[in-house]
């Protein structure tokens, strides 16, 4: 009987997951992980890890399976937090539930799990796998989950075939209700219980009091950009101009106000810029973390929200399908998405020498440095990501 450890998190996804896999014959073992221990900015309301850790406890009592746990706090600061820390800093908005999937989940916990005997490792994550053969070698394909509004194949978009091998997507053929459904069906504790938000296993958080813990707070302009700037009109004429962001100096605009610094924001930020008055609300369209200038425009249809194309970096390009990759000089069309939930958009990619330039059918709002590009075929299998440069 083949053994499987699965993530039990104290949410509903994971308990049925476990309940899944034990109903289709497997060794079920349920592990349960702490990787935070500090609270600093942290939402009053939001659930402490004793929440989760006691409904998972339950849901193992209930299936009356094996109950483990884990402190994997150490390597999360190390290869998760402190990584975002460093992205902020340098002005890049990272996307650390990404990171946490590959350096947490299927790698510091995939080991814990291994050592315990697993098989396999079990998650619930919306998303599906499939194994193929090709020219002799076995290939895993990583493809989305059959409910549109929850597919979470984005925040696994660094996997290598080497993890896919050992993991198993229990619940990526179902949909949310029908998950529900079957919890209420087994009486898991866990059945109404509210999906967690926030940053991964930090929780919902206050981000610039949280990131204040590294990155000092510090006065600096807010300028406001016309949509009727000239840079807006200037004629970019092939992929390596398009990909260029919009780059701003303060007399290319009028304060408006002050901010407690740049890092703390992103592109396509409403909330936070604390400056009324205006006809039609201000979003950030850009920050100089060098100069501590914050670029704001009015209108969610703004210009300076919208970009033509991307590049990401040769050393930052992942192809979950190393078959597939492409080699400079290459090109193909996917199905992008730059966050999750974001609907896939039509566009190219072309691979150069020093990294890839995806150029889209469409304008995109919000392309942000630092955060994950991903491209899937029309049938749902995701290729590959890279991370966003500019």
């Given at each position: 009987?083949?053994?499987?450890?699965?993530?039990?998190?104290?949410?509903?996804?994971?308990?049925?997951?476990?309940?899944?896999?034990?109903?289709?014959?497997?060794?079920?073992?349920?592990?349960?992980?702490r990787n935070w221990h500090d609270t600093t900015g942290t939402l009053a309301g939001d659930c402490p890890w004793y929440d989760d850790r006691m409904f998972a406890e339950l849901v193992a009592k209930r299936l009356d399976i094996p109950f483990h746990y884990i402190d994997l706090s150490e390597q999360y600061?190390?290869?998760?937090?402190?990584?975002?820390?460093?992205?902020?800093?340098?002005?890049?908005?990272?996307?650390?539930?990404?990171?946490?999937?590959?350096?947490?989940?299927?790698?510091?916990?995939?080991?814990?799990?291994?050592?315990?005997?697993?098989?396999?490792?079990?998650?619930?994550?919306?998303?599906?796998?499939?194994?193929?053969?090709?020219?002799?070698?076995?290939?895993?394909?990583?493809?989305?989950?059959?409910?549109?509004?929850?597919?979470?194949?984005?925040?696994?978009?660094?996997?290598?075939?080497?993890?896919?091998?050992?993991?198993?997507?229990?619940?990526?053929?179902?949909?949310?209700?029908?998950?529900?459904?079957?919890?209420?069906?087994?009486?898991?504790?866990?059945?109404?219980?509210?999906?967690?938000?926030?940053?991964?296993?930090?929780?919902?958080?206050?981000?610039?009091?949280?990131?204040?813990?590294?990155?000092?707070?510090?006065?600096?302009?807010?300028?406001?950009?016309?949509?009727?700037?000239?840079?807006?009109?200037?004629?970019?004429?092939?992929?390596?101009?398009?990909?260029?962001?919009?780059?701003?100096?303060?007399?290319?605009?009028?304060?408006?106000?002050?901010?407690?610094?740049?890092?703390?924001?992103?592109?396509?930020?409403?909330?936070?810029?604390?400056?009324?008055?205006?006809?039609?609300?201000?979003?950030?369209?850009?920050?100089?973390?060098?100069?501590?200038?914050?670029?704001?425009?009015?209108?969610?249809?703004?210009?300076?929200?919208?970009?033509?194309?991307?590049?990401?970096?040769?050393?930052?390009?992942?192809?979950?399908?190393?078959?597939?990759?492409?080699?400079?000089?290459?090109?193909?069309?996917?199905?992008?998405?730059?966050?999750?939930?974001?609907?896939?958009?039509?566009?190219?990619?072309?691979?150069?020498?020093?990294?890839?330039?995806?150029?889209?059918?469409?304008?995109?709002?919000?392309?942000?440095?630092g955060q994950f590009a991903a491209w899937y075929e029309t049938d749902g299998e995701l290729i590959g990501s890279g991370v966003i440069d500019r």
């Amino acid at each position: 009987m083949k053994r499987v450890v699965v993530g039990l998190s104290g949410g509903v996804d994971s308990s049925v997951a476990a309940y899944l896999l034990k109903e289709q014959g497997y060794e079920v073992v349920g592990l349960f992980m702490r990787n935070w221990h500090d609270t600093t900015g942290t939402l009053a309301g939001d659930c402490p890890w004793y929440d989760d850790r006691m409904f998972a406890e339950l849901v193992a009592k209930r299936l009356d399976i094996p109950f483990h746990y884990i402190d994997l706090s150490e390597q999360y600061r190390k290869r998760v937090v402190d990584y975002m820390f460093n992205e902020y800093e340098r002005g890049r908005t990272p996307n650390p539930d990404v990171l946490c999937n590959r350096e947490i989940k299927f790698d510091a916990f995939l080991k814990a799990a291994l050592e315990l005997g697993a098989d396999y490792v079990a998650t619930g994550h919306y998303c599906r796998k499939e194994e193929i053969e090709k020219d002799g070698k076995i290939y895993y394909r990583l493809l989305a989950g059959s409910d549109n509004n929850k597919d979470q194949s984005y925040f696994l978009c660094q996997l290598s075939q080497k993890q896919l091998e050992k993991a198993l997507f229990p619940i990526g053929h179902l949909d949310k209700p029908e998950v529900r459904r079957i919890a209420s069906e087994q009486g898991l504790a866990t059945a109404q219980r509210k999906d967690s938000q926030g940053i991964c296993f930090v929780g919902k958080v206050d981000l610039p009091v949280f990131l204040q813990q590294k990155l000092a707070a510090k006065k600096g302009d807010t300028i406001e950009i016309s949509a009727l700037w000239e840079g807006y009109s200037r004629e970019k004429t092939d992929m390596r101009q398009m990909a260029e962001p919009f780059v701003y100096r303060p007399e290319d605009g009028v304060k408006v106000g002050e901010h407690n610094g740049a890092h703390f924001y992103t592109i396509g930020q409403r909330k936070g810029i604390n400056i009324g008055g205006k006809p039609e609300p201000l979003f950030v369209i850009g920050t100089d973390v060098e100069r501590n200038v914050l670029y704001v425009g009015q209108s969610q249809h703004h210009p300076g929200l919208f970009r033509d194309a991307l590049f990401m970096k040769k050393e930052e390009i992942h192809w979950i399908r190393p078959d597939l990759a492409l080699q400079p000089g290459e090109s193909k069309r996917f199905l992008i998405r730059i966050r999750y939930r974001q609907p896939l958009q039509g566009g190219v990619l072309y691979m150069e020498e020093n990294g890839g330039y995806i150029c889209f059918d469409n304008p995109q709002r919000g392309v942000t440095a630092g955060q994950f590009a991903a491209w899937y075929e029309t049938d749902g299998e995701l290729i590959g990501s890279g991370v966003i440069d500019r």
